[in-house]
């Protein structure tokens, strides 16, 4: 079974701190994703990586950055935490994008900013 | 504009009551649809994967539809077990690599 996890279930943090969300997968899938959900909105790509040290934007990668130094691990980072970051994170890998196979993700990172 | 639209936002069945969801998308270069099915607190576990216009897909009470503008997942004869978030999320792009997600319908099956 393909198994993804997240570094924190709960993380309550300060207006302009650092944060680091870390994501590993344990199938040596090619592709990780970063997601917020938030009510009504749906799930929204942050930013995607589809090889160590690859990256591209999703749909609102503003004021994050990610970082993808070995191919189980990626993190999300908040450079300045602010209050409208206040969101459920999911992390997502999958093997391949060129078959359409589905994505694995993560039980989520409920992140609050006060 | 590439979206994904998901109805109705609720919906609340007896037990054993079927009933449908929808998926609704706009997107330009279909690679595949996906349904998920999330539980309170938890990230999204993987339903089916439907890929062209006419195919289906079953998984004990559910069955997964797809035409060239939506989608369906009918639920025959629910139990309590099947409460949950049931998701709809497209993959499209010359690169495999947009994906677009609906807001999701929210099910209670009551006993």
């Known amino acids: 079974d393909v198994k993804v996890t997240q570094s924190s279930r709960y993380l309550v943090k300060r207006t302009g701190e650092k944060v680091f969300l870390e994501c590993v997968q344990d199938?040596?899938?090619?592709?990780m994703f970063w997601y917020r959900q938030d009510p009504g909105l749906g799930l929204r790509l942050i930013y995607f990586s589809y090889d160590v040290k690859m990256k591209e934007k999703g749909d609102i990668p503003e004021g994050y950055s990610v970082s993808r130094e070995k191919k189980e691990r990626f993190s999300l980072i908040l450079e300045s935490a602010s209050t409208n970051q206040t969101s459920m994170y999911l992390c997502?890998?999958?093997?391949?994008?060129?078959?359409?196979?589905?994505?694995?993700f993560g039980p989520g990172t409920r992140l609050l900013v006060l | 504009e590439d979206q994904v639209t998901q109805s109705p936002e609720a919906l609340r069945l007896q037990e054993g009551e079927s009933s449908s969801l929808n998926c609704s998308y706009t997107?330009?270069?279909?690679?595949?649809l996906f349904w998920y099915r999330q539980d309170p607190g938890k990230g999204p576990e993987f339903l089916f994967t439907l890929y062209s216009a006419g195919e289906e897909k079953e998984k004990e009470r559910l069955k997964a539809t797809l035409t060239k503008k939506e989608s369906f997942l009918h639920i025959t004869a629910p139990k309590p077990e099947d409460s949950a978030t049931y998701l709809c999320?497209?993959?499209?792009?010359?690169?495999?690599?947009?994906?677009?997600f609906g807001s999701g319908t929210k099910l209670n099956v009551k006993p």
């Open positions: 999320a497209v993959q499209a792009g010359r690169n495999f690599n947009k994906f677009y």
């Open positions: 199938m040596d899938h090619e592709n």
């Open positions: 997107v330009s270069g279909l690679r595949g």
């Open positions: 997502a890998s999958c093997r391949t994008l060129r078959t359409g196979e589905t994505q694995y």
